[in-house]
């Protein structure tokens, strides 16, 4: 339990918010997926030392893309992935978040990031059984998009990534996915207000609930 507290203490408020809605059956697959990509991000804020970052994230990369039986011991997150059926799919989680280190925040980067996450939540779709894999990446992708942008303090960048994706709707996501479903709503509204904070003021709070409730 005291672990459970540490990796949720790390999410950010809009995961943890999402979180509060996981489907008991599923609440372990889905605070491991929460907190490695929150790893990969704590990474990225080394980006000072841009070379350190890379090896690290380059690490994460080729671990997770090798058969757990050659993983190294003792780093929770990994004895956590352990017990999933096919976790492979997570190392593109790991190549997103290392496109960033890039110079510049150019179309084929903001590519690479949200396609990076999309493929990690395709991977934990399959890890709970559902078949809505496409789905479940366009999900991701548009909680990516909002996510960047809300990070983004330069201007133009912001609005490169505010305009990347014109097709803000997200797809009806079954019950194991309602945290996926909560954090996409919150980036389509994010990205609609030009960028702003996944959570700013009541009208987000309102829509973590009716989405929570819901699904949509």
């Not at 990474?43 to 058969?67: F, G």
Request: one cysteine or more; hydrophobic letters at 45%; charged letters at 25%.
């Amino acid at each position: 339990m005291a672990e459970e507290m540490a990796l949720l203490d790390d999410l950010l408020e809009p995961e943890r918010l999402a979180f509060h809605y996981v489907d008991g059956r599923s609440r372990k697959q889905w605070l491991t997926i929460l907190a490695l990509d929150r790893r990969m991000a704590t990474i990225l804020r080394s980006r000072r030392e841009p070379i350190m970052a890379q090896v690290r994230l380059a690490w994460w990369r080729e671990t997770l893309a090798r058969d757990p039986l050659h993983w190294p011991q003792g780093e929770p997150l990994l004895e956590a992935l352990r017990e999933w059926r096919d976790p492979s799919g997570l190392a593109e989680l790991a190549s997103g978040w290392e496109a960033l280190l890039s110079d510049e925040l150019s179309s084929g980067v903001i590519a690479e990031f949200i396609s990076g996450r999309g493929a990690a939540f395709t991977c934990l779709a399959r890890e709970l059984g559902v078949d809505v894999t496409e789905h479940a990446r366009a999900a991701a992708e548009i909680w990516a998009l909002g996510d960047l942008a809300a990070h983004v303090s330069d201007s133009a960048e912001r609005d490169r990534v505010v305009g990347y994706r014109t097709d803000l709707s997200v797809p009806r996501l079954p019950r194991s996915l309602r945290p996926l479903a909560i954090l996409a709503g919150l980036g389509a509204a994010a990205l609609r207000k030009g960028g702003a904070p996944l959570l700013s003021g009541r009208a987000s709070a309102l829509l973590v609930l009716r989405i929570g409730l819901i699904g949509r």
